[in-house]
């Protein structure tokens, strides 16, 4: 659906958005403890967990929920788990297990396919991930070559696959078994070894296998990018009783991070309730950067407070975008031109390219922008085409090894141009709305397919409308 927006200031409260990347942990942390730790308590839990995410959460957690309960219930219903006299996990059967047959659904998430698959490695399970169009393109098998060694441990492969299903083209990430497979099983410890571009989700992923893992692991990463959501699954393990040993060091050329896991863990099956859900579930600081820039971009000191305050923010949790704030200020301080890292930070780089633009004559560098050619759109060509919409000059500098932005912001903003795409991204919609907050008031222009905002934020334009917000669908 198409939105016009009508530019005016946003004032109000905006209440708790629940972290997407902790949710994540929580829903697989739940399910893989369940497995753990046999409980009778256990539907009344699923259920409690169940209603949570339909009410507060996005399409990305559902899809994580929903495959994660139909991998439980086919384990349970198969028997592979064992169990000792006490009903704790006793052993993961060596046996094999094909459940090609589910039907499981990634849709657009990445996180959600990228944290499942070294979760059905561990496991042993053949299966068929469905992804969309968009994101079977984005993935790559290389992302999963940190998973060599339980790949060989449990004989199987990833593939990718098309094939036409009632009249449709469909899209999977296969894991299925490899036909040259000679038995092998580690006799303490597993070790992965990732470098450079490894993903943060699928090292998550690893490490969430802990709670059903009968050996230990070691997860040895260099040059680790986004290390903060790997804080957020060592965070969240550690609240599931995994202790969790980590040691790094630091060379001219090169970051090291070693993180162990003992075997003998004592897991913990926290008692799943609303509460509970709440407390777990940090507030989302990457979600809440779209009503922080609002408050920027009208001129606030008060980034966090005025005019719009947004709730249940922590900076003492392990959320790497919670730097936002820090940032801006510097921004809105600088003399000369400001280089910004967005190496670790690249869900929120393109809200504080668009964000510049506000700062009258100025010039920004983002460094290490690799990253946004490879979401849910290009967001580096996204961010480019709105700051040039607004009047900014931008250039694209590429290197063997990173790409930059640098923006000249304009001495005063004006729409070039009252029509945008939202390129069928969760976040570039969110921040053409938030170009409202800058422009001269009642300023018209429409963004396509605003509705693309679900994936992360459903409430997105509740909230908006009620922070005063003006809008028409057509």
């Known amino acids: 659906m198409q939105k016009m927006i009508y530019s005016k200031p946003l004032a109000g409260i905006v209440d708790k958005i629940y972290s997407k990347s902790y949710m994540h942990r929580l829903i697989i942390c739940f399910f893989l403890s369940s497995l753990a730790s046999k409980k009778e308590s256990f539907p009344s839990e699923l259920e409690v967990l169940r209603n949570f995410i339909l009410k507060e959460s996005n399409r990305d957690n559902i899809a994580t929920f929903i495959i994660m309960e139909k991998l439980t219930k086919a384990l349970i219903d198969n028997h592979v788990i064992k169990y000792n006299s006490d009903l704790v996990l006793k052993d993961i059967s060596g046996k094999h297990v094909d459940l090609s047959y589910l039907s499981l659904n990634c849709d657009e998430s990445a996180s959600t396919l990228r944290m499942i698959v070294p979760i059905a490695c561990f496991l042993n399970i053949s299966c068929k991930l469905e992804v969309d169009k968009a994101l079977y393109e984005r993935v790559s098998i290389d992302d999963f070559l940190i998973l060599k060694p339980i790949l060989d441990c449990r004989g199987l492969i990833i593939i990718k696959e098309s094939n036409t299903v009632e009249g449709q083209l469909k899209y999977y990430i296969n894991i299925t078994r490899n036909s040259n497979y000679k038995q092998s099983y580690p006799q303490v410890k597993l070790q992965f070894y990732g470098e450079n571009l490894t993903s943060s989700q ?239 008031e009642n300023t018209k222009y429409t963004i396509d397919n605003a509705l693309v905002t679900s994936k992360s934020y459903p409430r997105f334009w509740d909230d908006f409308i009620k922070l005063g917000g003006q809008i028409n669908g057509i």
Request: proline content about 3%.
């Open 202 to 440: 699928v090292v998550s992923g690893i490490l969430m296998c802990s709670l059903i893992s009968t050996f230990e692991i070691e997860v040895l990463l260099k040059n680790q990018e986004s290390k903060q959501y790997i804080d957020i699954t060592v965070d969240s393990v550690k609240k599931f009783g995994i202790n969790v040993i980590e040691d790094s060091s630091q060379s001219d050329n090169h970051s090291i991070w070693n993180i162990y896991i003992n075997k003998s863990n004592n897991i913990s099956y926290p008692q799943i309730t609303e509460d509970l859900i709440d407390t777990f579930v940090a507030g989302d600081w990457s979600l809440a950067s779209f009503w922080i820039c609002a408050n920027f971009i009208m001129g606030s000191e008060n980034l966090l407070d005025e005019p719009i305050k947004v709730t249940n923010l922590d900076f003492n949790d392990e959320q790497g975008d919670k730097v936002l704030p820090a940032i801006l200020r510097k921004m809105k301080e600088s003399k000369e031109t400001l280089s910004i890292d967005c190496k670790n930070i690249p869900d929120i780089a393109p809200i504080l390219i668009i964000s510049s633009c506000f700062i009258k004559s100025k010039k920004f560098k983002f460094e290490n922008l690799g990253r946004l050619r490879k979401k849910e759109s290009n967001r580096l060509e996204a961010s480019k085409s709105i700051v040039q919409a607004l009047g900014g000059i931008v250039k694209v500098i590429e290197s063997t090894k990173s790409i930059s932005l640098e923006v000249s912001t304009p001495k005063e903003v004006k729409l070039n141009d009252n029509s945008f795409s939202s390129f069928n991204d969760h976040r570039i919609a969110m921040i053409l709305a938030i170009l409202s907050t800058g422009l001269e």
